[in-house]
Structure formats: C-alpha cells, structure tokens
C-alpha cells in the first residue's frame, strides 16, 4: 500500500494532476522517484509480485520519466548547425561564494572553449564580467544600477531587433534579440524567473516558520506563472520561430515548465542523456535550466556541463533548420 501510494503520489506530480499546486510538490520528484527505485529493487530481490506496480506506472507515464532521465543516446551529432548556450553565472562569483581565483576568467574560457554561436548568460554583472571579444554583437540589460542580477545575449552574428522584459515587482527579467541565421530569422529570449529565494532559517519542521516558508513558496510560483504571462504578451507580437534559454527555477514537473514550454522541444527530451542536472540543493539534482526550440528547428545535441564555477551547470543545444 505504501509502494502504490508513492508511486501513485509520484504519478500525479509528473502528469500535473497533483491537487495541490505551487512550487513543493515538483520539488518531491528526484526523491520519489529514488524511494520508488529502491523499492523496485527490494521487490525484485524478494522476488514479490509488487515489483509489477512500479513497471506498470513506469509505462503509464513513460513520457513524463523522459523528462527526468534520458539514457544516453550513441549517435553521433553532426557538425553543421549553431550552438547556444545558457548560464546562469551568479555574478561571476562576485561575492566570493566559491573560493576560487579568477572565476569570470574561467567562464570566459568554458564558452571560448565550447564555442556557441550564441551564448545567453543570467545573473549577469558587468562590474565583474570578463569582455568575451570573441562575441562581438551583444545585448545586455542589468536590473539595478550597480550592474548586478541582469541577463545577456552575446552573438557571433548580427543581432537585428532587441527588447527587455521588464517582470513587475522582480529584480530578474528577460530579454530578446533577433538574428540571421541561413536567410532566415530566428528570435532568442533569454530569461530568468522568480526564484525560490531559499533562506538558513527555513524550516518545514517548525510551525511557524513552516507557515511563513509555504506562503513565500506560493508567492514565488505565482510571481512565475505572471512572468510568463507578461513574456506571452511580448511572444503574440513576434513573428519569427523563437528559442528560449531560461534559468526556470522550478523543474519541469510544474506549472510554468508546462507553459513556456508549450509545443516546443525541450532539446534535453530530444537530445540529453542522464538526468541533466543543473542546480543542486541539499544534494539532490534538479533539472531547473532550459532551451526550449521551436519545431522548425531539428535537436541534433543537447549538454550539461560539468563544471563548477556557480551554483549553476551550463546547458548547451546544437540545433539546424529542420
């Protein structure tokens, strides 16, 4: 009975038919799915019948797991097409987060290294971003006056038309720029949404700060659904295929995953291997940075990088005109 309760609790998360919405009940999944795991292992080993429940929900949502675990893919990406990457870089470590020297200088050697076509930074602080001349065109929008918490397009081609986004009441926001890519124009965003705004004396054990962390969670995933409504309407106006880099900050079991992305590719679903793991909090992965393309585009690569000069892992994605 607890082995279907899990995994039907588990079920509804990643379908999006939990009752109970917010930020908490997609943040549940990586350990339901570990609980669920194991248990299938305890049944197999026993050699019980139960280990049929987890092999029936699997199937049941089959699609769903693709977006928490893709087994790796062995066919070999082909060269031609453009690279974007996405990275939320924390200031460049410009408050010494990490005891690192020379952080920016590392990024800026990690994108030089994976050469993009396109890079789309979050977190962005001119006081201590490194130049990145190898990108000559660019468009970047800082949210306060001292440079900090700002976003970033850097491009090797020409960018056209540019716009911000200005989320009300937030310090993070989004912007546009348009470019040429093979006679046709394609329209990057690059956003960054309301994030959890985790805290040490957050607790869900003590009543009253229990309390007072739920209402903050419900207003942090709120403020998200309004952050893609005011994107929506800047999206209406657009009338070229766009491409969206985004630090989401919640997972792709939530409300928001599931409207951005709307009928785009997730280039993780479509080209990822392993869980893709992003941002990690308290030791468990999440998948919480994103490049959603639209479907004239062809996924032919999707990576997340492996290193650690944020709180952040880079996401990149090779893509081609379909």
């Known amino acids: 009975m607890i082995n279907a309760f899990l995994l039907l609790g588990q079920s509804l998360i990643m379908s999006g038919l939990f009752p109970v919405k917010g930020l908490l009940p997609a943040v549940f999944v990586p350990l339901l799915s570990l609980f669920n795991l194991l248990l299938f292992v305890f049944w197999i080993v026993r050699l019980e019948w139960p280990f049929l429940l ?12 693709n977006l928490l675990y893709k087994f790796p893919n062995n066919a070999i990406t082909v ?34 290294d994976e050469n993009p076509d396109i890079v789309c930074l979050q977190e962005y602080s001119s006081n201590t971003a490194p130049p990145l001349r190898q990108y000559p065109f660019r468009y970047v929008k800082t949210a306060t006056a001292l440079g900090n918490n700002g976003v970033a397009i850097f491009s090797k081609y020409p ?46 054990v003590d009543q009253k700060s229990s309390m007072r962390f739920l209402r903050r969670l419900e207003g942090v995933y709120q403020k998200q659904l309004d952050q893609i409504i005011q994107w929506q309407q800047v999206e209406n106006f657009n009338e070229y295929p766009s491409l969206i880099c985004v ?34 909090l308290g030791g468990i992965p999440y998948r919480i940075d994103f490049i959603f393309s639209t479907k004239q585009l062809k996924v032919l690569d999707h990576q997340t990088h492996n290193i650690k000069l944020s709180d952040h892992r880079p996401i990149s994605a090779k893509l081609n005109w379909d």
């Open 54 to 65: 987890f092999l029936i929900f699997f199937l049941l949502n089959f699609q769903e797991w």
């Open 79 to 112: 060269s031609n097409g453009f690279k974007v990457l996405s990275y939320n870089v924390r200031l460049f470590n410009q408050f010494n987060w990490l005891k690192k020297e020379q952080v920016p200088a590392a990024i800026e050697q990690f994108i030089y």
């Open 159 to 204: 960018l056209l038309q540019t716009g911000q986004i200005n989320f009300e009441n937030s310090s993070n926001s989004g912007i546009y720029a348009d470019f040429r890519y093979k006679q046709d124009t394609l329209r990057v965003y690059n956003l960054h949404l309301e994030s959890f705004q985790l805290q040490p004396t957050d607790s869900l």
């Open 247 to 280: 630090d989401l900050n919640n997972t792709a079991f939530s409300e928001a995953y599931r409207k951005l992305r709307g009928d785009r590719n997730d280039t993780f679903v479509e080209a990822g291997r392993g869980l893709g793991m992003s941002y990690s």
